[in-house]
C-alpha cells in the first residue's frame, strides 16, 4: 500500500512512525509533503519516506492520500490536486471537517474516511474513531482496519458522534497529560521530586485505567475500593466536587464540542 501524507507535523508523523513501526508500510511506499518542508524533513529522516515535488505528484504516486494539515487548510487543495486523487481512498485527520466537505474537495475519491487519531499513536498506544463515506469495499476496509490497527485500537463511529469523540479520544490525550503536569507541580510545592509525582502520576494513571478498562466495572465501584470512610480519598474527592470538579468537566467538554462544530461549519 503505498501512502502519501499532505501534511507532516505532530499528527501526519505520529502517524507514519506507526505504519514503519509496524510494518504496514515500508519505507519506499511513503511519501510526505508539507507547508515550509520542514515537517517532511522530520519525517522523512524519521521514517525514510520520500520528500515529494507537489502535492499532485504525491497523490498521483500514492493508493491511500492522508490529509494531516490544519482544518482550515481544506480548500486549499486545487482541482486539479482532486482530480489526481479519483479513483483513490483519501483519509483525514482534520478535526471536525465533515466527510460532506471532503466530498465537495475530492469528488473522484473512491471512497473519504474520516480519522480521529490521537498522538499515543507515536508509541502505538494510540485510539482512533472513524468512519466512511460510503459502504467501503472489502479492500477498503481492510486497508483502512490495517492503517488504524498499526497506530493501536480502532472504533467505528456515526459521523454525528465524532464531536464528542473528538475531545475524548482526540484531545484526551492533552488532558491526561494537563493532569499530569499539575499533579507533579502541585507535589514539587509541597516537597515532592517533581520528577518522581510525574513516574508516580502516570503509573497511577496507567494501572488505575487499565484496571477500568480490564474490570468493565463501573467506575464508581472502582472509586468506592479505594474511599475509605472520612479518609484521604474522601478529602479529595470531597474537595474536587465541593470546587466544580463534575460542572468544569461537563462544561470544558461542551466548550470543546462546539468548537469541533464550528471547525465543521467553516471553511
Ligand atoms: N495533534 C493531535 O493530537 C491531533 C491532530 N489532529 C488533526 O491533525 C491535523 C494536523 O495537526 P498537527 O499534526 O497537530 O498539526 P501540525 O501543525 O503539527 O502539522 C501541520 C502540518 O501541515 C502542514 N501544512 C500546513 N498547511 C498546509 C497546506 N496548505 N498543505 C499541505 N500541508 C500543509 C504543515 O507544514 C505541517 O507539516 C489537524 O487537522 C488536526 O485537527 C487529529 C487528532 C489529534
Ligand atoms: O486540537 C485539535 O483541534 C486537534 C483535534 C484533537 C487533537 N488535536
Given at each position: 500500500m503505498k501512502i502519501g501524507f499532505i501534511g507532516a507535523g505532530n499528527m501526519g508523523r505520529a502517524i507514519a512512525n506507526g505504519l514503519v513501526a509496524k510494518g504496514v508500510c515500508k519505507a519506499d511506499a511513503l511519501q510526505c509533503i508539507s507547508a515550509s518542508g520542514k515537517g517532511s524533513a522530520i519525517m522523512a529522516e524519521q521514517t525514510g519516506a520520500r520528500i515529494a515535488a507537489s502535492k499532485k505528484e504525491l497523490i498521483e504516486q500514492s493508493d491511500v492520500v492522508v490529509l494531516a494539515f490544519k482544518p482550515q487548510h481544506l480548500e486549499t487543495i486545487?482541482?486539479?490536486?482532486?482530480?489526481?486523487?479519483?479513483?483513490?481512498?483519501?483519509?483525514?485527520?482534520?478535526?471536525?471537517?465533515?466527510?460532506?466537505?471532503?466530498?465537495?474537495?475530492?469528488?473522484?475519491?473512491?471512497?473519504?474516511?474520516?480519522?480521529?487519531?490521537?498522538?499515543?499513536?507515536?508509541?502505538?498506544?494510540?485510539?482512533?474513531?472513524?468512519?466512511?463515506?460510503?459502504?467501503?469495499?472489502?479492500?477498503?476496509?481492510?486497508?483502512?482496519?490495517?492503517?488504524?490497527?498499526?497506530?493501536?485500537?480502532?472504533?467505528?463511529?456515526?459521523?454525528?458522534?465524532?464531536?464528542?469523540?473528538?475531545?475524548?479520544?482526540?484531545?484526551g490525550p492533552a488532558f491526561y497529560f494537563r493532569i499530569g503536569q499539575l499533579i507533579s507541580e502541585a507535589a514539587d510545592a509541597r516537597g515532592l521530586d517533581k520528577d518522581l509525582a510525574l513516574k508516580l502520576a502516570a503509573e497511577t494513571g496507567i494501572g488505575s485505567l487499565e484496571l477500568m478498562k480490564a474490570s468493565k466495572r463501573d467506575p464508581k465501584d472502582l472509586i468506592d475500593e479505594v474511599v475509605s470512610p472520612n479518609g484521604v480519598t474522601h478529602a479529595l474527592l470531597t474537595s474536587l466536587d465541593r470546587q466544580g470538579f463534575p460542572k468544569i468537566i461537563d462544561q470544558s467538554m461542551q466548550d470543546a464540542v462546539d468548537r469541533s462544530i464550528e471547525l465543521s461549519q467553516s471553511k
Amino acid at each position: 500500500m503505498k501512502i502519501g501524507f499532505i501534511g507532516a507535523g505532530n499528527m501526519g508523523r505520529a502517524i507514519a512512525n506507526g505504519l514503519v513501526a509496524k510494518g504496514v508500510c515500508k519505507a519506499d511506499a511513503l511519501q510526505c509533503i508539507s507547508a515550509s518542508g520542514k515537517g517532511s524533513a522530520i519525517m522523512a529522516e524519521q521514517t525514510g519516506a520520500r520528500i515529494a515535488a507537489s502535492k499532485k505528484e504525491l497523490i498521483e504516486q500514492s493508493d491511500v492520500v492522508v490529509l494531516a494539515f490544519k482544518p482550515q487548510h481544506l480548500e486549499t487543495i486545487t482541482d486539479e490536486e482532486a482530480k489526481a486523487a479519483t479513483g483513490k481512498l483519501v483519509v483525514s485527520v482534520l478535526a471536525g471537517r465533515t466527510l460532506a466537505s471532503m466530498k465537495a474537495v475530492f469528488p473522484e475519491a473512491s471512497n473519504l474516511v474520516r480519522v480521529m487519531p490521537n498522538t499515543p499513536s507515536q508509541i502505538g498506544k494510540g485510539v482512533s474513531t472513524y468512519c466512511f463515506e460510503q459502504t467501503p469495499s472489502d479492500s477498503q476496509q481492510a486497508e483502512v482496519n490495517e492503517l488504524l490497527a498499526s497506530l493501536g485500537t480502532a472504533y467505528e463511529v456515526a459521523e454525528d458522534q465524532l464531536h464528542v469523540a473528538t475531545v475524548i479520544n482526540g484531545c484526551g490525550p492533552a488532558f491526561y497529560f494537563r493532569i499530569g503536569q499539575l499533579i507533579s507541580e502541585a507535589a514539587d510545592a509541597r516537597g515532592l521530586d517533581k520528577d518522581l509525582a510525574l513516574k508516580l502520576a502516570a503509573e497511577t494513571g496507567i494501572g488505575s485505567l487499565e484496571l477500568m478498562k480490564a474490570s468493565k466495572r463501573d467506575p464508581k465501584d472502582l472509586i468506592d475500593e479505594v474511599v475509605s470512610p472520612n479518609g484521604v480519598t474522601h478529602a479529595l474527592l470531597t474537595s474536587l466536587d465541593r470546587q466544580g470538579f463534575p460542572k468544569i468537566i461537563d462544561q470544558s467538554m461542551q466548550d470543546a464540542v462546539d468548537r469541533s462544530i464550528e471547525l465543521s461549519q467553516s471553511k
